[in-house]
């Protein structure tokens, strides 16, 4: 029963992917070009979050501690941009679900990649056979959904 709620959870956040990319692929048409689909999208991003931060009274976040940070740490929101444009320009040629597929797999690849070489603050983790074989099924699956 513990692991129900952060799964169900999980899964609320993986349905959300393919509406986003659906939704700002609309977005990106109806204003014209894709980054502005990404702008607004971020926007309503920051928006949401403030609201958020404000109901649930987070406090002030330590800006202090930020000068002593390595410089990956941005690359999370460069990521959500890279994401975001790509998702609202190739989930309308792909579809939502080869889209997802590819997304699922460069995420498992980065992953791996991660995970061995300990980057980005997490620790080092070894490369198991189940994991390769983990990943080639989700890649078997993509190329099963790619050629019908």
Do not use: C, E
């Amino acid at each position: 029963m513990t692991l129900l709620v952060p799964i169900l959870l999980s899964l609320l956040a993986g349905f959300a992917v393919p509406l986003q990319a659906g939704t700002n692929a609309r977005l990106g048409a109806l204003l014209g070009h894709p980054l502005w689909a990404t702008g607004v999208s971020l926007l309503v991003s920051l928006l949401a979050l403030m609201v958020v931060l404000l109901v649930i009274k987070v406090p002030k976040p330590n800006l202090s501690a930020l000068s002593g940070a390595p410089w990956w740490i941005w690359m999370g929101g460069i990521a959500g941009v890279l994401y975001i444009t790509i998702a609202l320009l190739m989930a309308p040629r792909l579809g939502a679900l080869n889209f997802i597929m590819a997304v699922i797999i460069g995420q498992l690849v980065i992953s791996l990649i991660i995970d061995y070489f300990g980057l980005v603050g997490l620790p080092r983790k070894d490369i198991s056979l189940q994991k390769l074989v983990g990943v080639l099924v989700v890649v078997g699956g993509f190329v099963v959904t790619t050629r019908g």
